[in-house]
């Protein structure tokens, strides 16, 4: 005779009773451990929230506020202009200028510094005597100070400096220029300049990037007759794209930013005739120096505006694939 919780096998015998369901966690005790999340998730966010808000919302909201005054940095703003402004800074062939400066600094950053680092880092990535060395060779320009940085080539490019005199050593002085002096020459110097502070990182980060190929793909590949090129070309490269695509996302805004080596390499003169000025060195220039603050928070807040708006569209139609594909792994993730 069985009990009333075990079952009878189809031969006969008694079988095991069956699992005791887990009787289900009380109402009370699940509404307990969701506050117990929020609380968690409050109380981590919060700090950062207060930082964000004080640091970031607020001095922008400034910003916007002050932009819309005519006011020199002395007392409360109160004459009030409007939009005037922002219309004087796109009136201003000064700030066209520099708008100008800016978009030749980020063409130039994608198309020197992206295919020179990508170069660069295939070669590195492969194995030879001294590797490291040349790695950490490639990195240093990244880690020196912008001001460092600044002060060095403006006295390697100064009139009858180090490149003028190696020029003339080696018969070709008909190329000297006044590198930081003349108004058609110097924005591709500043821009030969920047791809040698920050070509560094985008080595570093696309190597990091290669490490993350498999191995077994670039083996397969060459198995199958694949030469290096061809290897790179249809196994790397695309397993490459996200690393690639989230430098170029980096290299533009910072582009669009860009203020430390460029104020402190080029000439006073030249930049305020519009030849070497972004539009971060006008804001300084006009808001700072010229004490003209509320000209000079419309122009942060144009900065701001066309720094956002090209995030947005960077990452709506060249990173919307990478993110939607990291959210959906994440959902089919076990």
Request: net charge positive.
């Amino acid at each position: 005779m069985t009990s009333a919780n075990q079952t009878r096998d189809p031969a006969g015998g008694v079988a095991t009773p069956p699992a005791a369901r887990r009787p289900a966690a009380p109402a009370s005790s699940r509404r307990a451990e969701t506050r117990r999340k929020w609380y968690e998730i409050i109380g981590l966010t919060t700090p950062a929230l207060v930082v964000y808000v004080m640091f970031v919302l607020v001095p922008m909201g400034f910003a916007v506020y002050y932009s819309l005054f005519r006011w020199r940095g002395v007392g409360p703003p109160t004459e009030y202009v409007g939009l005037r402004n922002y219309v004087l800074a796109f009136g201003d062939p000064i700030f066209l200028d520099a708008l100008r400066n800016n978009a030749i600094i980020v063409a130039g950053s994608l198309l020197i510094q992206g295919p020179l680092a990508l170069g660069v880092a295939l070669l590195l990535n492969r194995h030879f005597r001294g590797r490291a060395l040349f790695r950490l060779l490639a990195f240093v320009p990244y880690v020196l100070a912008e001001v460092t940085v600044g002060i060095m080539w403006k006295l390697i490019l100064t009139d009858g400096g180090t490149v003028d005199a190696l020029l003339r050593s080696v018969g070709l002085g008909g190329l000297v220029q006044a590198w930081l002096a003349d108004l058609d020459v110097v924005i591709w110097t500043l821009l030969f300049v920047l791809t040698w502070k920050y070509v560094g990182f985008a080595i570093i980060l696309l190597l990091a990037g290669l490490s993350n190929v498999p191995q077994e793909l670039t083996e397969a590949a060459a198995i199958d007759g694949a030469g290096w090129w061809q290897t790179q070309r249809h196994v790397t490269l695309p397993l490459l794209g996200p690393t690639i695509r989230i430098w170029m996302f980096l290299s533009m805004i910072g582009s669009l930013q860009v203020f430390d080596v460029v104020w402190v390499t080029s000439v006073p003169a030249v930049r305020s005739l519009g030849a070497s000025g972004t539009m971060a060195t006008y804001m300084v220039d006009n808001g700072f120096f010229a004490r003209l603050w509320g000209y000079g928070n419309a122009v942060a807040v144009i900065l701001f505006v066309i720094s956002f708006v090209a995030a947005l569209l960077f990452q709506r139609f060249i990173l919307r694939r990478d993110i939607e594909g990291a959210i959906t792994g994440r959902a089919n993730r076990p």
